[in-house]
């Protein structure tokens, strides 16, 4: 006896986090991601490894809602930068999970001059 369905694959957010943080330091213009929040009104850069923090990620009706919190680089056209997060974001996570990404909005924590303009 077989069954048709030979089951089910789950995602975690947090795997979906991690590709879609990847994607955003992989643009042009992006110095890193931040937290959600803001602290004392400063937008901290996460470290690489923990750049999975700047990422909320809501899967709803098997469609996915992507809120990415970055920190631009000054100088950089910020909503370029920011259609370009979009775009690639959106890109990488559906074609890692076969799944449509309904939204990516990308909220600008901050702007920096980045270490190689010194």
């Not at 789950?10 to 590709?19: F, L, Y």
């Not at 213009?29 to 700047?54: F, N, W, Y």
């Not at 909503?79 to 990308?106: C, D, Y």
């Amino acid at each position: 006896m077989s069954d048709s369905t030979p089951g089910t694959i789950k995602v975690s957010p947090r795997a979906i986090a991690n590709i879609a943080s990847k994607a955003v330091l992989s643009c042009y213009g992006v110095v890193g991601m931040a937290a959600a929040t803001l602290r004392d009104g400063i937008a901290e850069i996460l470290q690489v490894e923990s750049s999975h923090r700047g990422v909320e990620v809501n899967v709803v009706n098997d469609e996915i809602v992507i809120d990415l919190y970055v920190v631009v680089e000054f100088g950089t056209r910020i909503s370029e930068v920011a259609q370009n997060i979009m775009e690639t974001v959106k890109f990488h996570v559906e074609k890692s999970l076969a799944m449509p990404v309904a939204q990516v909005n990308v909220h600008v924590q901050g702007v920096r001059v980045s270490d190689s303009d010194y």
